[in-house]
């Protein structure tokens, strides 16, 4: 290693301050040289913790300094495809916290851009990074399974978000199952070519006030001809229950959930063991490090992005068509329409 | 225990000689003393292995027998409901295998008759007897898991059958699903109002021949707001495939595959587990043993009917609107239409 | 299946009863011809029950009956012996309840008499006969996990029985160790050289007044070099805690406790799975009848005995051995002493 | 936090580098400003990598400066009872790696030492702060489980070290087993009494000619009148098998192996599920950092030390204890002798 790749981190929030943390103390290979937020008191508050030496309250002062080789893009969702056509001409490699955006016709041109400016874009699907989903696609590429008939993906949050949060997220298709379709698309090796999708308000009526829904079923047809199906829920009280598994023409392979330790206790009453992690930070901790880790291996070596561009448009894709199908009373909608 | 139940069984193929075994050697309540086939002979070498006194070729004239105070009827589907109707006329309590009728309008009046001759009347949904799903629908109705919001199936046959009978079978929906349908009732304790259903040829392409698909997806509507979704297919290589989960307010209640034995065996290369059991003989074994005994104690005691004439029903009109749905391109499809 | 295997049971108790039902229900190559107990009235009881044509008050005359084949020997434990050495004089095949005899001088005998009457001669080991022990034995004779190295078995009863009943049961170690050695033996393919027992009373203190122990942990050393280990406890409040494991060379084999079904539920406060079974007949259910199916053909078509009167001499001496290092604080006791 | 604990490292090797990363990345509250190495280029090579400002060849020159508030005692183990010794007259805090020494005439001076210097003194048994062994000694401590009977460990390394490293290890029983011996009084909350062991070799011949064992089970009285068993092997080839267990009055709680990810695979042929982590850095890898975390605590806000040089103390008793016990063919040895 001749070399720290230089990192600017555009947002100075929970998920900024994360991947600085990883950065700084897991990632020996990088360094992060600067950060940019409107609120310039909350970036130098973290610039002074990380010992980060240039504060910028403008994105594109931080994109100007010609020691900058890379952003994260952690700012707010609307402004993920703005800075990253920023970025690119700018021709900083870029990982974007996903999504790129809500909205297909402002996606297109970030794609365009970066191809342009031949940077690297990586957008934040870290489950793509996390041990066990790794596995089971290790093992349906490997043909284990052999192939692919069904894809089962269970995507349950631990707590209802707050509604203000709800009430810009875009809705549960946009906001929680674009993680879900992409794993879709990265366990099967297949793309998803139509979607039905059932939705309805059990956990909290307020959601139903917002427009939104809190429970939902999906199901899809992958290009490969296998189908698949998710099921999610803003609030299962046990925790994070995040589960896949793929079944096939030579088998079934899947990933349980994560629990915080291996114990159990056998009682006159019950045996009882213990629950799923409670939330993403805990389930994903690994995986975090290992998507900036491999970002960062991709702007240094070249090694090939493992969720590029391409993978955040499609999911988006897919959350639309699932959205319209619900809106439409739950008729089938091809993605490509 | 006075008087032992005197049973008549119609039909003398594999599920009756099942029947009969656990009839003979598992419930000391009941007695056969009839059967019947139009197959003579293979009557004959049944009744001579379990000493069954009368033999008949016409199921008729073991309805005539004023000493049956029941009948299994065990013979091909198509007959399933002219002889529920004769045996309701005869007075017999009925416990009829699955399913009652493929068609509506056979079903009908086999409820109607029963309730004018006000005989019992069971369906063989041997499901609701097995000791896991019991446990599970248990666990719901004393509001464990509080509301439910979405239930899950899934249910694959270790081994694609032979083509010959599934081209009589009335379909995927229809021959393997109503099962399914019938544990989303059960398990919900709610009545199924809407299905969509997508479904595909992967297992084998001789079945797309016959005009039937082996791997499906249904997703439903349930009356009390809740979700479901059943995963079928014809053939899972590893074994037969029965798994439920039941996710509500309060938490998640599953039952998971049933396995041979208990070992685990740990070497350089991984840890190996038995695989679930093997068929549904295998696997509801017990299961059948019990729906049998209850039936018994419902006609001796008056003891509920678990799965009665109703239920039976329900199942296939959730099957045929599964089968509509899946037809019409997987559009949503109310039960009562 | 020319002719059945006509069998006589000598004792009436419960576990006269579960060979009886299970002779008469689960195995069709045999069939109950006689029945003897001093309660003579028990015996009756049970005869007309399973329609048992013959009654006898004194064993010897079931003995002198020409029509039986085998004798089920499930008289009291003082009986064991003298009845074997009987049984084997009047040229009937035996399947004896365990233990033979709590005294070597008494079982020698047995063992001399058996072999100059050329009967076949089963003790009721079984354990022998469960599927996941059988499977755990398989997978070390066919060396998948190397040599034997060290052998663990968990032997923990749900109850204590009750104080009268431990007074007369010869101690822990004689009376419910004895399948564990066997276990050891029967696991590992080899002999029990030496013997290590430490034990307590922590259960209940009446046992300590009766001079027996509750709680005990027995290790050993075995004739091809390796270690075994058993801990016991006369109460598992929590269910029949039955588990072994083998760790060999490449790799380790273990059989976990069976439940009564494979539900988990999640709540907002754990995890909760079901109970081990609850004790030795529904745990063992399946076992009883394999014994004696086994001990069937044996006799009708000369298959290898699979838990023989070596095998019952062998477990005593353990035991004794065993009881001997206790008493005497815990020192190494050789098994051929 | 107003200061940082300054902190001096005294040894370069492996286990010191682990440490030193984890105070640099993962303590934010404690700060290394000096590492001590006769080995003076290795300490600088490390010093460079973590920019710790102050490089010793000579420990006591660490010792000497007054910045430094704490020391990591990372060095040989014939060092650790001087360095400990010095450092306490140094009036530094102490965190020592296991064990304190292998003789016991060689502890006793450090307990006085520290004692009369009156500071904070840590002995490296890293399970204790273990999530799942935490886990389970909580639930003993609440008395969830009732009193004590049973404390079971297994403890089994995946590979067998070196015969040079073995040479001078101490033998089995002082070398693998401290670890073992403090989880059982960690868990019973309870002093260990008398020790019993058998061992043997059977992994590699070669153990023997240096007249030390591979396989070992040692079984203990504690003084609360539980008693405990400990099964070694110094080579599982599966993993690292670390397994606990404590059985009570009112149940049983225990911690399986933790698993490198949460995938099942079902075949045609098996159900297989992945392997323990392979080694104790994967598996107490984030112990390592509670261990400092806690100790860190301790110095800088009183808290109680959770692995004390008594725990040292008592964990080398009972193992010299077991060593005698086993070179006595297999005799009980009190641990107060």
């Known amino acids: 290693m001749d070399r720290k790749l230089q990192i600017g981190v555009i947002g100075a929030g929970r998920i900024a301050q994360l991947h600085i943390d990883n950065l700084a103390y897991r990632i020996p290979e990088a360094e992060v040289v600067g950060i940019a937020d409107i609120n310039f008191e909350r970036a ?62 402002r996606i297109i041109p970030v794609l365009e851009e970066i191809k342009k400016a031949g940077v690297k874009y990586q957008v934040a699907f870290n489950r793509r990074f996390d041990h066990s989903y790794k596995h089971v696609r290790d093992v349906v590429r490997e043909g284990k399974i052999g192939n692919v008939h069904i894809v089962k993906i269970t995507a349950r949050d631990p707590k209802l978000a707050p509604i203000s949060y709800l009430k810009d997220s875009g809705g549960l298709f946009l906001d929680m199952c674009t993680h879900d379709f992409d794993m879709v698309r990265f366990l099967s090796g297949s793309e998803i070519v139509e979607v039905t999708a059932i939705g309805t308000c059990l956990v909290d009526k307020s959601v139903e006030k917002i427009g939104d829904i809190d429970t939902a079923i999906t199901t899809m047809k992958l290009s490969n001809g296998a189908l698949a199906v998710i099921d999610n829920s803003r609030q299962a009280v046990y925790g994070y229950d995040q589960r896949v598994e793929v079944f096939g023409s030579k088998g079934c392979v899947c990933a349980d959930n994560a629990t915080g330790d291996t114990t159990s206790i056998y009682t006159v009453e019950a045996v009882t063991k213990n629950k799923p992690l409670w939330d993403f930070l805990e389930r994903f901790n690994d995986a975090y490090v290992e998507e900036a880790r491999c970002f960062i291996d991709s702007c240094l070596n070249g090694a090939e992005i493992k969720a590029d561009a391409n993978d955040g448009l499609q999911s988006i894709k897919a959350a639309l068509a699932a959205a319209r199908s619900w809106k439409l009373g739950g008729i089938p909608v091809k993605v490509e329409e």
């Not at 130098?44 to 931080?62: C, F, Q, R, S």
């Not at 952690?74 to 402004?79: L, V």
């Open 44 to 105: 130098e508050e973290i610039a002074k913790k990380y010992k980060i030496i240039n504060v910028y309250e403008d994105y594109k002062e931080l994109l100007g300094n010609p020691d900058v080789d890379a952003v994260f893009i952690c700012s707010t969702t609307d402004t993920h495809s703005p800075v990253s056509i920023a970025a690119a001409k700018a021709g900083k490699h870029i990982f974007c916290e996903k999504p790129i955006d809500r909205k297909l016709e």
